[in-house]
Every structure is written in structure tokens, then in C-alpha cells.
């Protein structure tokens, strides 16, 4: 039987893009369904009880989407600074906001050079995108390393399991660009300087499991 599902507006696209990530971007269906196995997902807490159930509650049918009659999905929600992994996910998202940002660069008025915050900062920054880096030319034998661009899957859909790093970049059907994030149009502190809307409206292809 279909949970009922009985979702606010606001919150809605958020609960149906995470569902249909754990649906299509880990590659579960290439799991051994020979095998009897557990997969638990640990997610940051959140104050919508109403979308955390139906989020769990769709969540426990996907094994049956695949077939996988000895696949056990579970999500679960915790507060992040319990839970060790979350919060290194957390550090991983940080670093990379971080440099994408040029947080490095900022600077307080009449201030030069990095404040101790922003030193340590970078550092660790620069430490976690070497970790990865090399981990995914280890395991790939890849050459270049993008925070903000999605992993390929070198032409084979189950390196969604297979791959030990992967990237994510979500967008819209329908976006348009702004160019004031773009490098050449950053303040001299590398800071967000105004909008520059692309007039161009960019349609996202059709089937792209990125897109929503």
C-alpha cells in the first residue's frame, strides 16, 4: 500500500529531490540482490515530521523498485553534531563553499592578509581537495578533480556504487545563469558583486537524473 503523502508547499521539491537522490544517485540497484544487505542513511535532523516519515516511508519501497527482495533501505535523522559522519560530511561541504567562495580572499576594511580563522580555514580546505583528489585518481585514475561539477560514470551507470568519490551539481529544468558569480565578475576580495543575469534560458535535457 502507497504511504499517504501530504506534503507543504514550501518543503515539498526539497523531500522529492532527496527521495529521488537516494532513488537513482547510489546505485543500489546494482547491489548483489542475491545477498542479503542493509543500507542505513543518516540524515541531518529536521522540524517537518510530517515530510521526515513520508521521506522513510518511500524510502523502505525502493529496495522493491529494484527487485532486491533482500535489500533492507532505512533513513534516519539525528542531531549532526552527535553523529561523526555527518558532521565530516559537514566539514567536506564546508571546505568546498569555502574555496568556492574565496573566503581566502575576503578582508576586513583596512585589514591585509588572512585572519588566523580564515588560515586554518584554507588549510583544511586545501587538505580535504587533496584527500579527495587522490582518492579519486586512485580509484579512477582520474586527472582533474572539480568540487562543482558531477562525477562521470566513465560509461558504465554502476560506478554510481562502484566510485569511492562522487560529485553531485543539481540544476533546474528551466535556470537561468547569473555571471556575477563567475571569477571575472568578483569584487577584488573575490566576493559576490551584484547580479548578472544571463538572458539566456538554459533547458535542462530531458532524462538528466541531476535535474528536477
Known sequence: MQPEVVLDRGLDTQFKLCYQFLKH?????????????EVLVRLDGHSSQKHKKNLALF???IPQVFGHKNLKL?????????VPRIQACDLIIGAAGSRGNNMNLLRAPQKRGMTPKQKAREELSQHIY??????????????????FES?????DRANLLNHKVRIWKFKPKMYQTDKGWQNAN???HGQYAGRQL????????AGDKFSY
Open 25 to 37: 544517485s547510489f546505485g543500489l540497484e546494482y547491489l548483489d540482490p542475491s545477498v542479503a544487505q
Open 59 to 61: 524510502s523502505r519501497e
Open 74 to 82: 532505512s533513513v534516519t535523522y539525528h542531531q549532526s553534531d552527535k
Open 130 to 147: 587533496d584527500r579527495l583528489r587522490a582518492i579519486d585518481a586512485s580509484d579512477r585514475g582520474s586527472q582533474v578533480f572539480h568540487w
Open 151 to 155: 562525477t562521470g560514470k566513465d560509461g
Open 186 to 188: 568578483l569584487d577584488k
Open 198 to 205: 544571463d538572458a539566456q534560458i538554459v533547458s535542462v535535457e
